[in-house]
C-alpha cells in the first residue's frame, strides 16, 4: 500500500519531466530550425545580389561596346567623344587647381581657363546631341590628382602645372590631328576656334612653370 502511494505521488513529478525534456528538446529544434531557415535566406540573398551585380556589368559593359561601335569609323564622332573625354579632364584638374592652388597667379590662371574649358564642353555636347552622337565619357583626372595628392603648397603647384601643360600639349595635338580628319564644317569650326584658346593656356602654363621654378 505505501509502495503504491508513493509510486502515485512520485507520477505528477515524472510526468513535469518529461514535458520538460519534450519542451526543452522542441525549443532546441526551433532555433536550430530558425538559425537554418535565417542562413538560406541570408545565402540566397547573397546569390541574387551576385547575379544582380554580373547582370549589370555586362549591361553596362555591353552598352559601352555598343556605343565604341558606333562612333568607330566616323571621324567626326570619335573626334567629339574624345574631345569631351579630354575636356572634362581639364575641368576637373583647373578645379582642383582653383581649390588647392597655392598662389595667386595659379588661381586666377585656373578660373580663366576654366571658364574657356566650360564653354567648350558646352559646344561640344550640344553638337553630340544634335547628331544623335553618345558621348561616351571617362574620368582621367583621378589618377592625374592622385600621383599629386602626396604634395603639398609650391611643390603641388609646380605638379599640378606640369599636369597642365601635358594635358594642353594632348589638347593641341588631338585636335590639330582632328583638324585634318573631320567631315563635318561645324565640327572644322569648334576645332579653329579652340585651337588658339589652347595654345593661349599652353603658353601660360608655361609661363608659370617659369615663375614658379624661380
Not at 518529461?18 to 531557415?37: E, H, M, Y
Not at 573625354?85 to 584638374?93: A, Q, T
Not at 581649390?99 to 564653354?119: E, I, P, Q, S
Not at 547628331?131 to 574620368?139: E, F, I, R, S, V
Request: glycine letters at 4%; hydrophobic letters at 35%; one cysteine or more.
Amino acid at each position: 500500500m505505501r509502495l503504491k502511494m508513493y509510486w502515485l505521488a512520485m507520477l505528477p513529478l515524472t510526468m513535469m519531466t518529461v514535458a520538460c525534456s519534450n519542451t526543452s528538446t522542441t525549443t532546441t529544434t526551433n532555433d536550430s530550425t530558425v538559425s537554418g531557415n535565417l542562413k538560406e535566406a541570408g545565402d540566397n540573398v547573397k546569390d541574387a545580389t551576385n547575379v544582380a551585380a554580373t547582370n549589370i556589368k555586362q549591361s553596362t559593359d555591353t552598352a559601352i561596346s555598343n556605343i565604341k561601335r558606333k562612333i568607330t569609323g566616323n571621324p567626326d564622332s570619335e573626334f567629339v567623344v574624345n574631345a569631351v573625354n579630354i575636356n572634362k579632364n581639364e575641368i576637373i584638374l583647373l578645379n582642383a587647381g582653383i581649390k588647392m592652388g597655392t598662389t595667386k597667379d595659379l588661381k586666377a590662371h585656373a578660373k580663366m581657363m576654366l571658364t574657356d574649358h566650360n564653354k567648350l564642353m558646352a559646344k561640344l555636347q550640344d553638337y553630340a546631341k544634335t547628331k544623335q552622337y553618345p558621348t561616351l565619357t571617362k574620368d582621367w583626372a583621378g589618377k592625374d590628382l592622385s600621383n599629386i595628392s602626396t604634395k603639398s603648397g609650391s611643390n603641388w603647384d609646380k605638379a599640378w602645372t606640369g599636369k597642365m601643360i601635358d594635358g594642353h600639349k594632348d589638347d593641341v595635338n588631338i585636335f590639330e590631328d582632328a583638324r585634318n580628319k573631320v567631315n563635318d564644317n561645324e565640327i572644322k569650326a569648334i576645332i579653329d576656334n579652340t585651337l588658339p584658346t589652347l595654345h593661349a593656356h599652353l603658353d601660360m602654363m608655361e609661363s608659370l612653370k617659369n615663375q614658379l621654378n624661380k
